[in-house]
């Protein structure tokens, strides 16, 4: 079992490249489902998420070559059956976002419901509704999604609240829905804003995605497309936070900044420096931590996945950081880890309170979801002494050999093969 070994503490210097954004790849992924012939993607991460993608595309009848940062898939051999199976939707919840697509292109679409993961129940009621009002028939039994329509048509949506998955389902399924669709309400995520323009590569005429009102108007037909992926936002946050924690100085080469401004105010207020250079950044610790507090909220507010890499670094910060995260339900599973290395934090409800302490001693922890274990990573290049971060399997879903890239920026950082999972 794979785990990572972090020796602190370690000032960061030199230089980390960041990659696409594995949240605008999962999408733009599912969106070639839209489309036959040969489709190419660039600059995608090599990470296990996308792996999952590829094996989910294979089994609705695309070849896909996966050669990173390259992914090609090539439209469908044979007919295709529009159901993706339980057992590789419950590795990944993103892939409910192949179920606009498919009933969109195929009129019929059976998708295991994605079910709940550490950090929340995770409904996807949103993408329902919306489909129904599209015209699609729902029925959920046995734990599937089933969704049919002849054809979709264009029509209003009006979501409940800003889901980022929800919008880019529907922004799929209106894309080949006969006439206008009006979406208000949409998640203004610069991922959902990505697949806007490579819909509009395709031939839908998608207007306002990365605002709150979206228009699609659909086509009959859409076409494959050649697109590099936008660099991935979180995992530049996640090393500029590593920076705020460790201390030290890099230059993170192709931080999208414009897509972090939410992040950059508080980093600033920290006492990190982030300028810009060209389309990099540099990234450094200016003088000794101070604390801020941070409340998540959807795009364009303080990102809930950049919640747990922020926290480490409030903890061993001067004074009281107060965090509160109002996305999900659940996402403070890295606190008692956290703990364990010696923060001082408390919760109630979604609220943490966080003592900053000279410094954290470094222990074996436990990672529970994608962001917890780069928090874990982070805490890990400050201790004192050896951190162990078992389960990585969550890290390699959402980060690209992120120990390599940290190593190559001075951080005693090294993959290790535990002999068992300790129970
Ligand atoms: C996307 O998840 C991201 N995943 C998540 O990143 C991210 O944390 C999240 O957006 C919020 O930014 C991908 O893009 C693949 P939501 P998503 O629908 O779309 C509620 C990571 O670490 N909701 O925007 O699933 C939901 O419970 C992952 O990379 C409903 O109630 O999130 C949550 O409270 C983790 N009904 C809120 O909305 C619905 O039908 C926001 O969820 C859908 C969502």
Redesign the pocket.
């Known amino acids: 079992m794979d785990a990572i070994r972090v020796r602190g503490a370690r000032q960061l210097k030199g230089t980390i490249r960041v990659g696409g954004a594995?949240?605008a790849a999962?999408?733009i992924l599912c969106a070639t489902l839209l489309s036959d012939g040969e489709s190419l993607l660039r600059n995608v991460p090599g990470l296990r998420?996308i792996e999952t993608t590829a094996a989910l595309l294979r089994v609705l009848g695309r070849d896909v070559t996966v050669s990173i940062p390259e992914v090609r898939v090539h439209g469908p051999k044979g007919t295709v059956v529009p159901e993706a199976p339980y057992e590789l939707v419950r590795q990944?919840?993103?892939s409910?976002?192949v179920l606009g697509p498919l009933v969109a292109r195929y009129g019929r679409a059976k998708v295991s419901l994605?079910g709940g993961?550490q950090?929340?129940?995770?409904?996807?009621?949103?993408?329902?509704?919306g489909l129904e009002a599209l015209g699609a028939k729902i029925t959920v039994e046995h734990g599937y999604i089933l969704a049919e329509a002849p054809r979709l048509r264009g029509a209003e949506v009006a979501?409940?609240?800003?889901?980022?998955?929800?919008?880019?389902n529907l922004m799929m399924a209106a894309s080949l829905a006969k006439g206008r669709t009006t979406l208000v309400n949409c998640?203004r995520?610069p991922?959902v804003e990505e697949l806007g323009r490579v819909l509009n590569k395709m031939g839908a005429r998608v207007e306002g995605a990365g605002t709150s009102i979206i228009h699609i108007h659909g086509a009959d037909e859409l076409e494959p497309f050649d697109h590099a992926i936008i660099a991935d936002r979180?995992e530049a946050g996640t090393f500029m936070a590593a920076v705020g924690a460790a201390g030290g100085d890099i230059l993170l080469e192709h931080a999208p900044l414009d897509d972090l401004e939410p992040v950059i105010v508080k980093l600033r207020r920290v006492g990190v420096g982030v300028e810009r250079e060209g389309e990099h950044a540099r990234v450094q610790r200016l003088g000794p931590l101070n604390s801020a507090d941070v409340t998540t909220a959807?795009?364009p507010g303080f990102?809930?996945?950049m919640q747990a890499q922020f926290m480490a670094m409030m903890c061993v910060a001067g004074g009281r950081a107060v965090m509160t995260e109002t996305?999900?339900?659940n996402r403070f599973m890295h606190v008692p880890e956290l703990g364990r290395m010696g923060a001082h934090i408390q919760t109630h409800n979604n609220t943490a309170v966080i003592d900053g302490v000279p410094r954290l001693s470094g222990a074996s922890v436990m990672a529970t979801?994608?962001?917890a274990s780069a928090s874990l990573v982070i805490a890990g290049l400050v201790a004192e002494g050896e951190t162990i971060v078992r389960r990585v399997y969550h890290l390699d879903?959402?980060y690209e050999a992120i120990e390599k890239k940290l190593a190559g920026a001075g951080a005693d950082v090294t993959r290790v093969q535990l002999e068992s999972e300790p129970a």
């Open positions: 594995k949240n999962l999408p998420d990944m919840r993103a409910v976002l994605p993961c950090i929340g129940a995770r409904p996807v009621d949103q993408h329902l509704l979501f409940d609240l800003p889901t980022v998955t929800g919008t880019e998640a995520e991922e979180i959807p795009h990102p809930t996945d996305v999900f339900e979801d994608l962001r879903r959402g």
